[in-house]
């Protein structure tokens, strides 16, 4: 069973368009985050989640819209790309617990997100 | 938050051992030391993690200096599937937030 998993894994689209990827974990998990990885393969924490609760917003563009109707899913909105929003999407999630919060983050496999 | 240093790349050969290095000399007391890879085209996964003492699982050994400045992620027996882009990331013990700030890593390939 995939632990964490994104749709779609590949996305092409024209500039100026809106599109969601979508994130689902079954590891019971409580907090979900989204990363970016850019072409020169510089991964970037954008978003965090917590139980629902928007914890880590990394100075990310207003265009995105991160969304967590439950605490196993979490799905990314884009609104008007941009040719410099390609770029993989990863989602990931942890099960935040103890004082230390030391718990391993679990990571999607991605979505490529290519804008014409 | 504390940076590291690591090597861009290294090669190793198949069936031999792989020790890759980690500087963080800006290391705080309460960092903890992890170690993660992206293997290619894939998410990254996690490898170990350590405070202060050495650690060990079923993938790899973290060997950490006595002051901490430095660590080393050991690779028993490297194998092709290991070929990844290895990251060595700090993270504070009970911080804010469970943020992984990613480096550039070392990008590791295998020989057979």
């Known amino acids: 069973d995939t632990a964490v998993s994104q749709t779609p894994k590949y996305l092409v689209t024209q500039m100026g368009n809106d599109k969601s990827i979508k994130c689902e974990q079954n590891?019971?998990?409580?907090?979900m985050y989204w990363y970016k990885q850019d072409s020169k393969k510089f991964l970037k924490i954008m978003f965090s989640y917590n139980n629902k609760e928007l914890i880590i917003n990394e100075t990310v563009p207003n265009r995105f819209s991160p969304k967590s109707p439950d605490k196993a899913h979490l799905n990314l909105h884009i609104n008007s790309l941009e040719l410099g929003d390609s770029a993989v999407y990863f989602c990931?999630?942890?099960?935040?617990?103890?004082?230390?919060?030391?718990?391993?983050?679990?990571f999607g496999p991605g979505t490529r997100l290519t804008v014409l | 938050d504390a940076k590291t240093t690591q090597p861009n790349s290294m090669e190793s050969n198949e069936e031999e051992p792989v020790h890759l290095p980690c500087n963080h000399s800006t290391i705080s007391g309460t960092d903890y030391i992890h170690w993660y890879r992206q293997l290619p085209s894939q998410g990254p996964e996690y490898v170990i993690h350590g405070l202060t003492s050495n650690v060990n699982n079923r993938m790899a050994s973290l060997a950490i200096a006595e002051d901490r400045k430095s660590s080393t992620l050991i690779l028993h027996r490297a194998t092709l599937r290991d070929a990844a882009v290895y990251y060595c990331i700090l993270r504070p013990y009970g911080g804010a937030t469970n943020k992984l700030i990613f480096g550039t890593g070392t990008l590791l390939a295998v020989q057979p």
């Open positions: 990931a999630s942890s099960q935040r617990g103890g004082p230390g919060w030391e718990d391993t983050q679990y």
């Open positions: 590891l019971g998990h409580d907090t």
